[in-house]
């Protein structure tokens, strides 16, 4: 078995859609970024290529390539699956933790631990979702920006 970690951070801006886990969010703001700026997917896909030590998703989807721009990051992390999937490894659970001091993510989080598992092809209850605010405090305190940690375990496929 191996162990994965993965962080994504995307500014908070005006007249972007908020998207968390492949998940719609009612929010004022969205997520900048040259993607749909999914911080869960972003760390989850990192996460899963660091337990394969395959890189990151950086490497593997420039963003510099206007083939990237506005891309789902669910299908980001179905080939991510994949090429783990071909190095010879497949998920066995996924912790990870939002960092966003509104809106309150306690009515998504089932939403995005089915879509995260889903697209993991995991049962549920190997997924697991936890929020935290800022405290008011720094970029994440002040809503300015939303981070995201994953950890994914992975074995022989
Ligand atoms: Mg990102």
């Known amino acids: 078995m191996r162990v994965g970690i993965g962080h994504d951070t995307h500014r908070l ?11 719609r969010i009612d929010f004022d703001r969205g997520l900048a970024g040259h993607s749909d700026a999914d911080i869960v997917l972003h760390a989850v896909a990192d996460a899963l290529l660091g337990a394969a030590a395959l890189g990151d998703i950086g490497e593997l989807f420039p ?12 299908k980001l992390l179905a080939e991510v699956v994949s090429r783990v999937a071909s190095a010879g490894w497949r998920a066995v659970n996924c912790d990870l933790v939002i960092h966003a ?31 935290k605010t800022g405290e008011h ?21």
Do not use: F, W, Y
Request: contains cysteine; aromatic residues 0%; glycine residues 10%.
């Open 63 to 74: 963003d510099t390539d206007p083939q990237h721009e506005g891309l789902d990051s669910g």
């Open 13 to 23: 801006v005006e007249g972007r859609p908020l998207i968390l886990g492949g998940v």
């Open 137 to 157: 405090v720094g970029p994440i305190g002040r809503s300015e920006a939303m981070s995201c940690e994953a950890i994914v375990l992975v074995t022989r496929a």
């Open 101 to 131: 001091q509104r809106p309150k993510l306690l009515a998504h989080k089932p939403a995005i631990r089915a879509n995260v598992a889903r697209l993991l092809g995991l049962p549920e209850d190997a997924v697991n979702v936890k929020a």
